[in-house]
């Protein structure tokens, strides 16, 4: 699981920072999961290392501009550039309809490869290896936070051992590596956990983006190895954001201390923080630090590989 930031900025982008967008790679299913898909995100993609052909799934949290206006651009370069791969997007009430309105005055055929679907909170989509799952956060219009879970695989097969123990390598070996029971031909029963090693714990990543603080985000992100959450305001403007419904540097860092999160990374920034404002994104990174030390501030193309847990 390796994540990258392709727009950290809020609301509007800027010289350095594009507006929110997130990938989260998932090698071991050559895909890439996007997380919202503000304007200029099929320009990321161009800037870094990730392929748009390998956008499998698209989860957006709100409808704002800021999250929704690269939308349309990634699906109609994906078509024009005859990237056969299905898309499923899923996000909040009115994306289905948003996302036909703009292709019809646009004149431009969505085809049969794009599927749109509604979230409520609670479980989102479920694979062999993932499952994702929301729930409704506190802001201004509904917005989602989305929990990413690996799910736990069988330790590492000792191939060594099922060779002395005269199994025969072959199809037989897949089944053993996930743990199965197994009969051989001479009659023996083999379980295959006896020959893997120490399961291996799946990954948790959430995303937690527009929001005030809000229970639902602590509850979302119990546990999780990374929580990458808003920070649009420093703590001086917790009136200001309150009043927008959106999180301060400190808001961030109490969900994560209360979820119990092994990192945090910040973004979603206001562009009001700057040298010449007085107060500097640095500064919103101390802030946080003083409640829960593991922050992190993300920028354009900040990619960060969710370590396993050991």
């Known amino acids: 699981m390796e994540i990258t930031f392709l727009g950290t900025s809020s609301g509007v982008p800027t010289r350095s920072r594009n507006v929110s967008s997130v990938a989260l790679r998932l090698p071991q299913k050559a895909e ?11 320009h990321q993609f161009l800037r870094s290392e990730i392929k748009s052909s390998q956008v499998r799934r698209i ?41 036909h309105a703009c292709a019809k005055y646009a004149y431009m ?36 936070g989305y929990r990413v879970e690996e799910k736990d695989r069988p330790g590492r097969f000792d191939v060594e051992k099922a060779k002395a123990l005269g199994i025969p390598p072959g199809p037989i070996y897949g089944k053993l590596k996930q743990g199965q029971t197994i009969t051989l031909e001479d009659g023996r ?67 994560a201390l209360l979820a119990g999160v092994k990192q945090l990374i910040m973004t979603h920034f206001s562009p009001r923080y700057t040298a010449l404002g007085g107060i500097t994104l640095d500064d919103l990174k101390q802030e946080a630090r003083a409640i829960f030390p593991q922050t992190k501030l993300a920028y354009d193309f900040y990619t960060y590989e969710v370590p396993r847990r050991r």
């Not at 890439?32 to 099929?42: N, S």
């Not at 749109?116 to 989602?144: I, M, W």
Request: with cysteine; proline share 3%.
């Open 59 to 99: 989860f957006v949290t709100h409808m704002h501009g800021d999250h929704t206006f690269g939308l349309m651009g990634l699906i109609a370069s994906g078509g024009l550039a005859g990237n056969g791969q299905n898309i499923d997007i899923y996000g909040p009430s009115g994306l289905e309809e948003y996302l």
């Open 189 to 255: 029963i083999i379980n295959g956990a006896e020959l893997c090693g120490a399961p291996e714990t799946g990954r948790k990543m959430v995303y937690c983006t527009d929001t005030v603080f809000c229970d639902a985000a602590v509850e979302l992100a119990k546990d999780a190895d990374v929580l990458i959450h808003e920070a649009t305001y420093a703590h001086q403007d917790a009136e200001m954001a309150f009043d927008r419904l959106h999180s301060t540097s400190t808001m961030a860092a109490q969900v």
């Open 109 to 144: 055929n969505l085809g049969s490869r794009l599927r749109v679907h509604k979230v409520t909170p609670g479980l989102v989509y479920e694979d062999d290896n993932f499952k994702v799952s929301c729930q409704l956060l506190k802001h201004r219009v509904p917005a989602y």
């Open 32 to 42: 890439v999961w996007l997380f919202d898909c503000g304007e200029g995100t099929q």
